[in-house]
């Protein structure tokens, strides 16, 4: 095969691997690579169409200072001088860094060794601190050290996966798809612990819909059942384990009664865990963000730890990392509380360690400010100088709003960004990087396999490494000399040769194998990689990194979220994510076929509340917290349980103002790991009552003036969703000025009876736009009405399509673009009774498979009906 490049998938933390080929006119084709060891060949919906992201439309191509095109020169030198006064005047604790756990290792190094090393501050924090924190402090807590002990063959050499509070099917789907096979060959059972039932329900034996919070209470009631049954592992627990006991009797006194499950399910569960060995226990955000999540963290690895079941095949402890770098992240320090190589802030020796090799001027002696903490120093003027790197937090961080007010409030706010964002819009200085396919480096992803990123196209306009422009600033402030790498293999070279000192001082964290090893051509890679071991497992044989090599087992208490809801807040907002789309969109929105799936944010709400409410399926409703306000999409749905809704986090500023759900969400933290609870604020819901609902489409740009507004990109163009409290004087006039044709011609039908109004704008006998408004939610062939853009004829203000004309529908498989119309008339005209046969009846769901879920819920009741 000629002039593909192997690189890694810059979404989620599977960490795919990809053959990216340049097409010579600026794009790139791309496929899974069969020989990488996470995927196997394989790519999800996201992955697929990684080359549909690419345009240069909305990169920011030059340095911004101020809002206006500068030079590098010019931002660099304002960069550094700014730092450099504000540590002269304030002390370097009122600098910032915000950083992400999608920067690559060598971006990520570079920004810890200025920052902890040169400016002397650990005012340095990542997104991981939504994310990944709560597993880094469980871990560290039980194992000495934040090691993932297992791998992912794990999940299909096991009889028994729980996946707890992990939509794995819509966010690893290649993992997923791993497993879906697994369980087909062997039989695995699958246990999904949500309290709502997902895409990933699909394939579960087993269904605990818990209650929120409570998932620290169902393993402690594993634990206690392990006891009970004989299921312990006494040799495991005496030769490498202390606090058993202590934990076992804090488990006895907690209740299983908090969970809310009954007596039944809860026994399937404890019967199945307690006599499976190869047990694999995944879990994500339904665990981490959570108040109690490092708690809930340690109730898992509990009862791991007691029966052994670790670090063998088939068997373990699996925290899935979210970000595709994720763990590099953690590895090279970039937590406020942690040095790189997995060494300790707080450890004199390996400080030392660290100054001693970087041979800095200072080093910080006490954890830095998290993320909430930070952004609060940020209000508060303590922090007076912020650099923010590769994270739009003015949309993804707890209590955004507010994030967003001390963002701009503060003196000066620098944002490296591959595009508008949010968070750029209130920077003074916005540096342009170089995006994923222009950039070389490594991440690490959820099975501690260090993967190449390489760079396939040229960097456009003026865009550079992030590595590079901290090294810039660094010089300008006068360390040019330690920062002084030629490339980003320069910097992965110091970085491996740093933690063969972390290895020699006992640490996990040992790739000083991979020191000398010709960056270029590095294929994916297990750490650790040194002398003594070369990827595998750990803490089969014991062998922890506690002082006494022994793992700790925690006593626990489980806790349930302590805001309760009440009759000023009654629902608990869950909030998570979407098949399609990835955080803030900045990326995948631009893909048109990714925006098919699902258009809008939305609501999910129990059909019983809804009625309560008075709230009509499609309409919308005011969402309310103590924290701010959102109006969202109405989806009545029993998939969520009654006093409970569920909302997706990923629309901004740019695509559904009034969309963005963490204005909604309480900067409430886990005590331990200050991680975030994104997933039980409390709210107050009402409909909006709209006096008119539209649906826009257009090949040119929208402007859209709404109470509530959310657009995508189609293929032809722009669609948008929009509500009103006011009717328009002039329909014609509005859309005019939405679609910005002053000129063209407009050809409109009104329904007075029915209130509704359809309005064409042609020219030259083609569609340029269209604008159809109604009373109530406007009912439409969408993806029809959308297609008719730049077609003759005004046929489109039908609304639908002609008679034996076809209509798609929304589109469910959006690798191979097929229609859940074409799905289901599929399925009843030719009798089709599985997925294998969609598959070949219409190839939708044969290429990622992210949508088997979806067809199989097409082809009937889905099984877990009968699970739950
Ligand atoms: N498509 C897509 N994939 C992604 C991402 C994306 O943006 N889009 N982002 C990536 C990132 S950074 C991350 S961190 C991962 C996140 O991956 P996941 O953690 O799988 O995703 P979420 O949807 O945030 O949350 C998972 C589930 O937690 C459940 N939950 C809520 N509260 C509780 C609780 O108290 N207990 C339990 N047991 N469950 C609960 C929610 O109902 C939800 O279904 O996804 C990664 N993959
Ligand atoms: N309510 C709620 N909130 C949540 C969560 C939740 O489940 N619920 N999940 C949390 C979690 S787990 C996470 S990980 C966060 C994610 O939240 P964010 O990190 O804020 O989300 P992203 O959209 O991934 O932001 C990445 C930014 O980097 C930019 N970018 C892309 N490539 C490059 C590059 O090469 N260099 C630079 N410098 N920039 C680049 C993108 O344009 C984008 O603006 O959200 C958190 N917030
Ligand atoms: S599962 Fe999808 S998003 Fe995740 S790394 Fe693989 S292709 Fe990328
Ligand atoms: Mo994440």
């Known amino acids: 095969m000629t002039g593909a490049i192997r690189t890694t998938c810059p979404y989620c933390g599977v960490g795919c691997g990809v053959l990216a080929t340049p097409d010579g006119k600026g794009g790139l084709s791309v496929r899974g690579d069969p020989d990488h060891p996470a995927n196997f060949g394989r790519l999800c919906s996201k992955g697929t169409a990684l080359g549909e992201t690419l345009g240069l439309d909305g990169r920011i191509l030059t340095p911004l200072v101020g809002g206006a095109s500068a030079t590098w020169d010019h931002a660099l030198d304002l960069v550094a001088q700014r730092f450099s006064d504000t540590i002269r005047d304030h002390g370097p604790d009122s600098v910032g860094f915000y950083l992400s756990g999608q920067m690559l290792t060598e971006d990520y190094y570079a920004a810890n060794k200025l920052i902890k090393g040169y400016i002397g501050t650990a005012n340095v924090d990542t997104n991981s601190r939504l994310c990944m924190a709560s597993s880094v402090a469980g871990h560290k807590r039980a194992f000495g050290s934040d090691t993932v002990p297992g791998t992912y063959e794990d999940l299909e050499q096991a009889d028994l996966v729980v996946l707890v509070g992990s939509n794995l099917a819509w966010c690893h789907p290649v993992l997923y798809q791993r497993l879906v096979a697994a369980k087909q060959a062997r039989g695995t059972k699958v246990v999904v612990v949500d309290p709502r039932r997902t895409a990933t329900c699909d394939i579960a034996d087993l269904h605990l819909r818990l209650a929120p919070g409570s998932d620290a209470a169902l393993f402690n009631a594993v634990l206690v059942a392990l006891a009970d049954r004989g299921a312990l592992d006494r040799d495991y627990i005496a030769g490498h384990v202390s606090g058993f006991d202590d934990a076992l009797s804090a488990a006895r006194s907690s209740s299983s009664a908090m969970t809310g499950l009954d007596r039944a399910e809860l026994a399937t569960f404890l019967d199945w865990f307690t006599t499976t060995e190869r047990v694999v226990t995944v879990y994500s955000q339904g665990i981490n963000q959570s108040e109690s999540g490092t708690d809930k963290v340690n109730a898992i690895l509990n009862c791991h730890l007691a029966t052994g079941r670790i670090g063998h095949p088939g068997m373990g402890p699996f925290s899935v990392t979210g970000q595709p770098n994720a763990m590099g992240g953690r590895e090279v320090g970039g937590l406020a509380n942690m040095l790189a190589c997995h060494l300790d802030i707080e450890n004199a020796a390996h400080r030392a360690a660290v100054q001693g090799f970087w041979a800095s001027p200072t080093i910080p002696a006490k954890p830095g400010l998290k993320a909430v903490e930070m952004f609060d120093a940020v209000a508060q003027g303590r922090i007076r100088a912020l ?31 591959v595009t508008g964002t949010d968070t750029t819009r209130l920077a003074d200085v916005v540096l342009p990087a170089t995006a994923w396919a222009e950039k070389s480096g490594t991440v690490t992803n959820s099975d501690r396999t260090i993967s190449r990123q390489r760079a396939v196209l040229p960097a456009p306009g003026q865009a550079r490494d992030d590595w590079r422009m901290i090294a810039d600033v660094a010089a300008r402030m006068g360390w040019g000399g330690a920062f002084g790498w030629d ?3 320069a910097v992965f070279r110091e970085y491996a040769q740093l933690s063969g000192i972390a290895g020699d001082l006992g640490r996990d964290f040992d790739i000083s194998g991979l020191a000398q090893a010709d960056y270029d051509t590095l294929p994916p890679t297990r750490w650790p990689v040194n ?57 995948t929105a631009l893909a048109p076929r990714l925006n098919q799936h699902i258009a809008e944010p939305f609501l999910e709400i129990h059909p019983d509340d809804a009625r309560e409410l008075g709230l009509e399926a499609a ?79 257009s090949g040119g740009a929208q402007v859209p003036d709404a109470t509530y507004w959310a657009r995508a990109r189609h293929a032809g163009g722009w669609r948008s969703e929009l509500a009103g409290m006011e009717i328009p004087d002039d329909w014609e006039a509005y859309a005019r000025a939405l679609f910005n044709l002053p000129d063209a011609t407009c050809l409109s039908v009104a329904d007075r009876k029915r209130g509704t109004h359809r309005l064409a704008f042609m020219q030259d006998g083609r569609v340029l736009a269209a604008l159809f408004t109604a009373p109530e939610p406007v009912e439409l062939a969408r993806g029809h009405v959308a297609a ?77 009906e009968a699970a739950e």
Not at 545 to 572: E, N, Q, S, V, W
Not at 621 to 632: D, E, H, I, Y
């Open 387 to 417: 650099w923010i790197i590769h994270t739009n937090p003015a949309v993804s961080m707890p209590d955004a709003d507010a994030v967003a007010r001390a963002i701009k409030g503060c003196d000066f706010v620098v944002v490296s960004d």
């Open 788 to 864: 008719q853009i730049g077609a003759e004829g005004a046929g489109l203000l039908a609304g639908r399509p002609a008679q034996g004309q076809p209509d798609p529908g929304p589109i469910v498989c959006a690798c191979l673009n097929v229609g859940l119309n074409t799905i289901t008339q599929a399925i009843a005209a030719q009798q089709l009774t599985s997925i294998e046969q969609i598959g070949a009846a219409l190839q939708a769901g044969t290429s990622c498979g992210s949508c088997r879920p979806e067809l199989a819920a097409l082809l009937g009741p889905p099984k877990l």
């Open 487 to 489: 490339s980003a293999g």
């Open 619 to 697: 309409t919308l409703a005011r969402v309310s917290s103590p924290q701010g306000q959102a109006v969202l999409r109405v989806a009545i749905t029993d998939k969520v349980q009654r006093g409970q809704v569920f909302a997706p986090m990923h629309w901004t500023g740019d695509t559904a103002p009034t969309g963005r759900v963490d204005a909604l969400v309480a900067p409430v933290t886990d005590p331990v790991s200050g991680q975030p609870e994104s997933k039980a604020s409390v709210v107050a819901i009402a409909p909006l009552n709209p006096a008119w609902y539209g649906f826009a489409v």
């Open 531 to 587: 002398a003594r071991q070369q990827g595998g497992r750990f803490f089969g044989a014991g062998g922890f990194f506690t002082p006494d090599a022994r793992a700790r087992l925690l006593p626990i208490t489980p806790r349930l979220p302590a805001a309760k809801t009440g009759a000023r807040y009654p629902f608990r907002l869950n909030t998570g994510r979407i098949r399609d789309q990835w955080h803030t969109m900045t990326r």
